[in-house]
């Protein structure tokens, strides 16, 4: 029996090993904390991330180490791979982690990104306004998701205490766009090369947190080929195995980049119920060497995001909607579940998802 190693026991390793049980795939994962949600279906190393013994033992103890998400130090992701097949590959992972490395990425491959100039020192950041100008996000170029570590410039009066409130850290300055909407694009790849992609989801984002995503987003042709085609060149070029993320804002029938994850994605939940193989399914698949599975959507489907705390009663539960609870303690600002939806058709989904939604917001 294959075992997977997992870096990670979040939700997202969680649901990794949940995924894996079909399979007759085992897993492990690796954790600071004793009660992460993965430790609960899975067996559990718990230690920190850099530690070399606790990662020694989980290359012993495994055949094809994974991880769930980015900020997993990239010495770590390289110890590993001295020892045991590492999937994403830790360059990935390089990339992923500096968003200065990431939007040159997304530049060579030929997928446009909204302005951006690197900032090292005040006089850089001033320099960079000069470029950029305002409005303008200026991000820390490590260690940034859910909206942490960027500050929104209105003005250049903004910039000094910007600057000063993400410690004076190597940032990076970015213009705002305007955009219509913003959309995912979710790919995975075998370890044979070969690759698949889920449809084209629309996601909306509040307070820098993903709130819902809504599948098949309706796009045109070539706005869908063009998504995919630079998923797949961006695969290639990383020697990507497993599944990779982008987010993507449309402007007028344009894409502009925004990031990447090297991983199973917040955005791509509604594949669970809504797709043929869901995301960590494959996940799985490909990093395993396995065929992987159809990636086709039968129904139309939908995921909203619960933060803070889940609440008591959503009163749909069953007729076509799915409550997924991550066994996390109630705090502001945490992802403690997620409802995915699926529905016959666009409209019906829509309904319920904002139904939901509702219900989701007032306890949140």
Request: include cysteine.
């Amino acid at each position: 029996m294959t075992r997977v190693g997992i870096v990670g026991g979040g939700q997202l390793g969680m649901m990794l090993a949940e995924s894996a049980v079909p399979l007759g795939i085992e897993c492990l994962t690796l954790d600071p904390s004793p009660d992460s949600p993965a430790s609960r279906v899975a067996p559990a190393i718990v230690a920190e991330y850099d530690d070399r013994s606790a990662l020694a033992e989980l290359a012993a103890s495994s055949d094809v180490v994974t991880y769930e998400f980015e900020n997993v130090p990239v010495g770590s992701a390289t110890f590993l791979a001295e020892r045991v097949p590492v999937f994403p590959s830790p360059e990935s992972l390089r990339f992923a982690q500096d968003r200065l490395l990431e939007k040159t990425l997304f530049e060579e491959i030929g997928l446009p990104v909204a302005p951006f100039s690197a900032v090292a020192t005040p006089e850089e950041l001033e320099e960079a306004l000069d470029v950029v100008g305002v409005p303008s996000l200026l991000k820390t170029r490590r260690l940034g998701y859910d909206g942490k570590g960027q500050v929104r410039l209105a003005s250049v009066d903004d910039a000094p205490g910007a600057w000063r409130s993400l410690r004076e850290v190597p940032c990076l300055l970015e213009a705002l766009v305007s955009f219509d909407r913003e959309l995912s694009i979710l790919g995975v790849r075998g370890r044979d090369g070969s690759v698949a992609f889920y449809p084209l989801t629309e996601n909306v984002h509040r307070e820098g947190i993903l709130r819902t995503s809504r599948a098949p987003a309706s796009v045109a042709p070539e706005v869908r080929d063009a998504a995919e085609g630079r998923a797949r060149e961006l695969m290639e070029r990383l020697d990507h195995v497993g599944v990779l993320t982008i987010e993507l804002f449309e402007a007028d029938d344009m894409l502009l980049a925004n990031e990447f994850a090297p991983r199973v994605h917040n955005s791509g939940h509604w594949t669970i119920e809504g797709a043929a193989t869901s995301q960590f399914e494959n996940h799985l698949r490909a990093i395993c060497g396995l065929e992987l599975g159809a990636t086709t959507t039968p129904t139309h489907g939908a995921m909203v995001n619960l933060i803070g705390r889940l609440p008591d009663d959503l009163g749909l539960e069953g007729d076509g909607v799915y409550v997924h609870r991550y066994g996390k303690q109630a705090r502001p600002g945490r992802k403690v579940g997620h409802v995915t939806i699926v529905a016959a058709d666009r409209d019906t989904r829509d309904r319920v998802l904002q139904q939901v939604t509702l219900s989701a917001d007032n306890v949140g």
